[in-house]
Every structure is written in C-alpha cells, then in structure tokens.
C-alpha cells in the first residue's frame, strides 16, 4: 500500500494557460476524490468518481474545470485558462466502498498551483 | 447544505495538557464523519473514523465521540506533546460520499 500520490507537488503557471494534475488512487479503491483548498481555509469538495464514473461534481466546478478517470485507476484534474483566483491547493483522495470496508477516505500531499 | 464550525479556531497549551476539540455540523443525516490532522504544506492525515452508529472511537492518545442527534463531535487529545501541534480538521460524510470540512483548528503544544 503506497498511498495516494500526486503529480505534479507544485506548478506555478501564467493566466490564461491549461495545467492538468494527476492523481494515483491506493491501489483497488473505487472511488477517487478531488478538493481544493485555499489558504487559512478547509477543504472544499470539487467532484469525485466511482470506478470510472463521474458521480458527482460541486458547482465550484466551473466549464473550465474537468476531470477524468478513463480506466477507474489514476485521475486526471485539467483547469483551462486559468485564472489567478484558481491558485490553491489540488488535493486528491481514495476510498474503498462496499463491505466491509469503513470508506475512509486517504489524502494525497497534494498539487499546489500558483497563478501569475 | 450541510455546514460544519469548529471551536477554537486557534489554541496553544502548555506539553502534558489534556485538551478539547470541537466540531459541530448543521445536518445530522450523516453517514460518517472524519478528524484529520493537516501539517503546514502538507496534505491530510486521517485520525480516526467513527460510524453514524457509532458514540467513541480511539486511537493511542486519541478519542473521538459522536452525538449525530445534536450535531457534535469532539476530538481529545490526551497528554499532548509538541509533536501533535498541527491544524485538525473535522468532516462529516453525507450519502453521497463527500466530506464537508470545517476551517480547522490550529493547535500548539509548547515544550
């Protein structure tokens, strides 16, 4: 059991540019998280998947927000011409659901993204 | 909408105290809820996990309780070191699988 990972740790990047992150689940958990979280400020909920459905998404997900689990492994976060208000921390969590598994949820160390 | 405070937001203690944390959330149709301990930087550490059926649940130094009824949990942290100084978070789970967060409360054990 390796953890959850994330790449990349840090990206710094100009508006109006496209970034992607992706996110490495422990391996055999179903579902897959992604937050965001600003400074001095709890995580907020983005979307999250179960195998490769996307089950739900926060209305903090904007169109220049998407995300993608193509095999129900690893995930993809894209943001498209970014904006400076979209720097944060990216944070990336698994679960396993379904018994008899309790559904903790494991946090990766995240993506931090700067916006010039 | 689920909304979750927790007090203080901030606390320092001497090493060796006894100490309280407190979480409340407004919906109490939960399906379970975390505390997480979070490192300047870093991602997130989860503590302990208790069940809606669930009153207390323990890890080492550590007790967390449940009352789902009346919408509050509490983390204690018994005989603190300066290594538990750290932001704890709270986050109960709703049915739909995600976990809504309060700010946190940032905790420093001085030696």
């Known amino acids: 059991d390796t953890g959850v990972s994330q790449d990349p740790r840090h990206k710094i990047t100009k508006r109006g540019q496209n970034v992607t992150f992706r996110c490495d689940p422990i391996?055999?958990?179903?579902?897959l998280y992604w937050y965001r979280q600003t400074l001095g400020q709890g995580p907020e909920f983005l979307t999250y998947?179960?195998?490769?459905?996307?089950?739900?998404k926060s209305r903090l997900l904007s169109d220049r927000f998407s995300a993608e689990r193509p095999k129900g492994s690893f995930s993809t976060l894209e943001i498209q011409r970014t904006e400076q208000g979209d720097s944060a921390m990216y944070l990336c969590?698994?679960?396993?659901?379904?018994?008899?598994?309790?559904?903790?949820?494991?946090f990766g160390p995240g993506t931090r993204l700067t916006v010039l | 909408k689920q909304e979750v405070t927790q007090i203080p937001a901030a606390l320092s203690v001497p090493e060796g105290e006894n100490l309280v944390l407190n979480c409340s959330f407004t919906d109490s149709a939960i399906y379970n809820l975390q505390w997480f301990r979070q490192d300047p930087g870093k991602g997130l550490t989860s503590l302990l996990l208790i069940q809606s059926s669930q009153r207390e649940q323990t890890s080492g130094r550590l007790n967390a309780s449940l009352d789902k009824s009346s919408g509050r949990s509490t983390l204690y942290i018994a005989a603190s070191q300066p290594g538990d100084s750290a932001t704890y978070l709270c986050?109960?789970?709703?049915?739909?699988?995600?976990?809504?967060f309060g700010q946190g409360t940032t905790l420093q054990v001085k030696p």
């Open positions: 969590a698994s679960s396993l659901v379904g018994q008899p598994s309790t559904d903790t949820q494991y």
């Open positions: 986050a109960p789970r709703g049915n739909t699988g995600k976990l809504i």
């Open positions: 998947f179960q195998n490769e459905a996307q089950l739900e």
């Open positions: 391996s055999e958990h179903n579902r």
